[in-house]
Structure formats: C-alpha cells, structure tokens
T-cell receptor, first 112, second 111 residues
Framework: EDQVTQSPEALRLQEGESSSLNCSYT??????LFWYRQDPGKGPEFLFT???AGEEKEKERLKATLTKKESFLHITAPKPEDSATYLC?????????????FGKGTLLTVNP | SQTIHQWPATLVQPVGSPLSLECTVE??????LYWYRQAAGRGLQLLFY??????ISSEVPQNLSASRPQDRQFILSSKKLLLSDSGFYLC??????????FGAGTRLSVL
C-alpha cells in the first residue's frame, strides 16, 4: 500500500528563519511527487511536481528536492505570508496511477 | 483557462437529512474528476473518481454516492447524513502532467 508521511506535523519559524519540511514515501513505482499549499478553509494550491531522484524545482522562497525515498520542501527566509499547510502527494505507477496518495501535511506558521 | 467551482461553501445539516454538493469545471472537456474528504488530522481521503459521464469509481465504502450527469459536472450525494459525514469536501480535476487542481471546498457540519 502506498504511504506518505510528512514531518514535522507543525513548524513555527521566525520571519527569515530558513527550514525544511520532509515528505517520506513508500510507493510501488513513483510516477510523480506533488507539493501543494493549503490556506485555512481553502482548497490545496499546486506548487511543484517532481519525477525523478535528484530533481529540484524552485518558486520564490520555496525549493523542492527529491530522493528515492523522500522529498524536502526548503523554505528560505520565510515571510508571514508563507504560513499555510503544505501537503505532499505521490502518484504510483501501475493500476492505481489515476489517483494521488496524500500525506497529512505540515502546518507552517511564520511569525513576524 | 480552466476553472473549477464548488458550492455551497458551507453547509450545516441535521443528521438524517439528504445531501447534494455540486462541482463544475469550465475550460476543459472530458476531465477526470475527483471527490475528496479532508478530516482534521487525517489528510485528504479520495472518495470517488470519474473518467466520464456516468462512470464512477468508489474508493471507500460509505454513506455517500456520486454521479456525473454531464461532462463537466460532478455531484456528491447522500440520502441520510451521519455525524461522521462532517468534514471538508473537495472536488478536483486532473490536468496536464497529472496535476490535480482543487476547488475551494465545502465545509459540511452534520449536527
């Protein structure tokens, strides 16, 4: 069974304090790893897709990286507006490749 | 560009009442559509998946059903709501690169 574990569950940072969120996964052949941002009471918003180990994607203060077992979302010099829940999801190969398996998310709070 | 609409945004229903949540997608044809439920501390749970009109796959046995009467319309229903049906319901469509794009969600409280 495909599994996605995100850590930590919650993270508090001071503005400007860089850190990383972790997404560990177990999947029967990875066809894609997805990062989303979700603001309270809203639907998840797509950030990145990673397909193979060693791949990196960047967007403003965010950089996502991928290894064979986990992905990291690095946040450089965060601002209060980066506060949100960050979700990780994997798409497996094989018969269930139509769906994504999501982790429970990391709630990031950035204090000014 | 493609957009996805969900309504209502919030809903408070008594136990035993029926439910109908609607989702529509604009700007694309024959999209793959999904219904998820997000409960506190549990992440997104896939409920139903549809590849076309009248084609519904159920992922989890439950008190809910789904229908797709039109190409870009996806409906989540229940005949009698349970307390455990409370949660945040999200509709999504699958775009290029298998990216799923989500609606704004419906917060359902069953009392």
């Amino acid at each position: 069974e495909d599994q996605v574990t995100q850590s930590p569950e919650a993270l508090r940072l001071q503005e400007g304090e860089s850190s990383s969120l972790n997404c560990s996964y177990t999947v029967s052949g990875l066809r894609g790893l997805f990062w989303y941002r979700q603001d309270p009471g809203k639907g998840p918003e797509f950030l990145f897709t990673l397909y193979s180990a060693g791949e990196e994607k960047e967007k403003e203060r965010l950089k996502a990286t991928l290894t064979k077992k986990e992905s990291f979302l690095h946040i450089t010099a965060p601002k209060p507006e980066d506060s949100a829940t960050y979700l990780c999801a994997v798409r497996p190969s094989g018969g269930s490749n139509y769906k994504l398996t999501f982790g429970k998310g990391t709630l990031l709070t950035v204090n000014p | 560009s493609q957009t996805i609409h969900q309504w209502p945004a919030t809903l408070v229903q008594p136990v035993g009442s029926p439910l109908s949540l609607e989702c529509t997608v604009e700007g694309t044809s024959n999209p793959n559509l999904y219904w998820y439920r997000q409960a506190a501390g549990r992440g997104l749970q896939l409920l139903f998946y549809s590849v076309g009109i009248g084609q519904i796959s159920s992922e989890v046995p439950q008190n809910l059903s789904a229908s797709r009467p039109q190409d870009r319309q996806f409906i989540l229903s229940s005949k009698k709501l349970l307390l455990s049906d409370s949660g945040f319901y999200l509709c999504a469509w699958r775009g290029i690169g298998n990216i799923q794009y989500f609606g704004a969600g419906t917060r359902l409280s069953v009392l």
